[in-house]
């Protein structure tokens, strides 16, 4: 089964307003580009002209962007709250 099929199979509680992970500004472009290939949501998105995008919605909550980059490229990453963010369907 592909990532996107997976993914297609897991549910997102969006809490608008409280994002779980708030990226510095201007973060270092060579270490965001580490996110851009880590995430396995592909949240980290980098425009043909350098613009940085990220959607915290559809995190998957795998911590591999905080484990990666941490402090050099987030403000701040915390588990969402209650019962918002990922509901996993299966296992
Ligand atoms: Fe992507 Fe995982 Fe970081 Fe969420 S925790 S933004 S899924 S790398």
Redesign the pocket.
């Known amino acids: 089964v592909n990532v996107d099929v997976k993914l297609g199979a897991n549910k997102f509680h969006v809490d608008e307003g409280h994002a779980h992970?708030i990226l510095k500004d201007n973060p270092d472009l060579n270490e965001y580009r580490k996110?851009v290939n880590?995430?396995?949501?592909?949240?980290?998105k980098l425009e043909d002209d350098g613009t940085i995008r990220?959607d915290?919605a559809?995190?998957?909550?795998?911590?591999?962007?905080?484990f990666?980059c941490g402090e050099t490229i987030l403000e701040k990453?915390e588990y969402p709250r209650g019962t918002f963010g990922v509901e996993y369907r299966y296992g």
Request: charged share 10%; net charge neutral; aromatic share 14%.
């Open positions: 992970i996110l880590a995430c396995p949501a592909g949240l980290y990220f915290s559809g995190c998957l909550e795998c911590g591999t962007c905080k990666l990453w």
